[in-house]
């Protein structure tokens, strides 16, 4: 649930630097959100009490959205409405001005955009370049999924449109699809995050094995796309591999089963080990991708089956997610701990379908207490006439009279204002159907009831509409107020690459490898030595002599350095051939 007496969200890690100093509380009352009543209206039924004295980290947190095949656009099959009409679409964009500065997901392919290489000679980014305008004219901040592939890279004819969007690449395409994507990212220097791929689509079984997720050929794919966006594009910040996160109720036996567990979930074991496959093997990366929600699936009704018994509970997911990742070894999965981690596809469903935008809510700011730094709310636009989408729009779909505001947005808009960046998160405890993530300035309520209800929040008292979701200045005289609290946020710089790294034959059965030191803001804490893709050692120190080569045999030896943070530097990569074996004498 929410920052209790315990501490604050499942998996929430301390933050680290540069010290940021926040102020004091402000002498006022002022409640932004839906489902105000009152102050101090009935008998208190919870109560929220903030430590001032007890920070639990600090924002990183900017929210967003994924563009979808109903996103300003007519689709009657899947969207309820066969035009877009005009006024609602521009009412639509103001909602998303109002919200302000919200990361916004664009495929590359697929939901609703047009193949952007039709075949092998032929581009057309117009869809792509249409949306990417519209998130410049809202004020949002652009990034492009890299997914999914055009159709006859992917099983389907040259030519095809929406024939393969469930498919993979086939391997002899990689490369192809490596310069598409380099390609793009030259033609939009505005967008400066790229994610490859989107929820390990078509690699849910390995050579027909669905015990094993195919996480080799989404790495193989992965570091030829990061190798040719960073060759055009240093500045680019390229990131994976978003595998869903499975869940399943703990009452169920399933066929793979991980020990993450919270709230009556337990995740599946299969995407964590694809996570883990490509942490290890990954050439780089900027930051971290996961994919996934709070609802738990029912082996007995297949893939499908009943979302969530506890929408407001099960929204503790998202923190022991993030505890699972941030826990591994960064020496065997270089940037685990550290990696900036990105929410895509990133869904939340209430029980019984009833008061999304507050189950929305409450998932959402578990994300935000996890340490993450987005979630991408899938569905932004409402269907046909109405708000519902996934569960729960930002607007309702642009058909006559549309494009308005939904409950979720002044949520969206509430997290984005009082918890920016750099807001320090302070613990609270509380009792009653009620939950709070606070600031130095601000606490955020959440009635979890379909009643009103009467919230004794530290010395003020708040009365709650049914299931209303309200932003809350603290009250109370300036200078009994905590003083500014230093909150360091998480250390993410990576160290400079190794220079001057050339392996030397020395004998027909060993090569010799060194390179000049790297630096880093902290420290250097090591380096970590590739033949062939493959970690052959990690050092303390800049020299190596590799003594199990084959005579003869060609190598590619990698090095990249690491500090304690986890954060890694550029693969720095050497290719050489062994001596041949000495001739036998006489």
Not at 536 to 559: E, H, K, M, S
């Amino acid at each position: 649930m929410f920052p209790s007496s315990m501490g604050g969200f499942p998996g929430q890690r301390p933050a680290a630097k540069p010290l940021v100093f926040l102020g004091v509380m402000v002498a006022i009352t002022l409640v932004v959100g839906l489902g105000l009543v009152g102050l101090g209206r009935a008998a208190t039924q919870a109560s929220v009490v903030v430590d001032y004295t007890k920070p639990i980290g600090a924002s990183n947190f900017t929210p967003g959205y994924s563009f979808d095949r109903c996103t300003f656009q007519a689709d009657t099959a899947h969207c309820g409405r066969s035009a877009v009409d005009t006024a609602a679409a521009a009412s639509a964009r103001q909602v998303l001005t109002d919200t302000g500065g919200l990361v916004a997901d664009v495929p590359l392919y697929g939901s609703g955009g047009t193949n952007p290489q039709p075949n092998p000679g032929a581009f057309n980014d117009a869809d792509l370049t249409a949306r990417l305008s519209i998130v410049k004219a809202t004020g949002g901040t652009p990034m492009i999924t890299l997914c999914c592939g055009p159709d006859w890279m992917a099983g389907g004819a040259v030519g095809a449109t929406g024939t393969t969007e469930g498919n993979f690449l086939l391997p002899q395409y990689y490369g192809q699809f490596a310069a598409l994507a380099a390609r793009v990212a030259q033609a939009h220097p505005e967008v400066k995050r790229f994610l490859v791929w989107h929820d390990f689509v078509g690699l849910y079984a390995t050579n027909g094995d669905f015990s094993r997720w195919d996480a080799a050929a989404y790495t193989t794919l992965y570091n030829q796309v990061y190798d040719a966006i960073k060759a055009v594009r240093p500045d680019a910040e390229v990131g994976g591999p978003a595998p869903p996160l499975v869940a399943w109720t703990l009452d169920q036996k399933i066929p793979y089963p991980s020990a993450v567990k919270a709230a009556g979930l337990q995740l599946d074991q299969r995407p964590l080990d694809a996570l883990q496959y490509w942490l290890a093997h990954k050439h780089g990366t900027d930051f971290v991708a996961l994919s996934g929600g709070n609802s738990a699936n029912n082996i007995d009704a297949g893939s499908g089956g009943a979302y969530t018994a506890d929408g407001y509970g099960m929204c503790d997911v998202f923190g022991a997610a993030t505890g699972w990742l941030r826990s591994l070894d960064p020496t065997t999965y270089p940037g685990a701990p550290s990696l900036p981690l990105l929410w895509s596809g990133w869904n939340a469903y209430p029980a019984g379908g009833s008061a999304p935008a507050a189950t929305m809510a409450q998932c959402l700011a578990a994300t935000l207490a996890s340490g993450a730094t987005t979630a991408l709310v899938a569905g932004p636009e409402g269907l046909g006439s109405g708000p519902r989408s996934q569960p729960e729009s930002l607007w309702t779909g642009t058909v006559p009279g549309g494009g308005q505001p939904t409950d979720l947005q002044p949520v969206i808009q509430g997290l984005r204002t009082n918890f920016k960046p750099g807001t320090a998160l302070y613990r609270t405890a509380t009792s009653g159907p009620v939950s709070a993530l606070a600031s130095a300035t601000t606490t955020m309520l959440i009635n979890h009831t379909a009643s009103e209800l009467s919230v004794r929040l530290d010395d003020q008292s708040v009365t709650l509409g049914p299931a209303a979701v309200v932003f809350v200045a603290h009250t109370g005289d300036a200078a009994k107020a905590p003083p500014p609290v230093p909150v360091a946020a998480p250390d993410a710089t990576r160290p400079t690459s190794p220079t001057g790294f050339a392996p030397v034959v020395v004998a027909d059965r060993q090569i010799a490898v060194s390179w000049r030191p790297a630096e880093d803001d902290v420290a250097v804490k090591g380096y970590r030595l590739y033949r062939d893709n493959q970690v052959l050692t990690n050092l303390a120190t800049t020299t190596f002599i590799d003594q199990t080569v084959t005579p003869g045999q060609a190598y590619t030896y990698g090095v990249e350095a690491f500090d304690s943070a986890g954060n890694n530097s550029d693969r720095v990569v050497f290719n050489v051939r062994a001596a041949p074996s000495a001739p036998l004498a006489p």
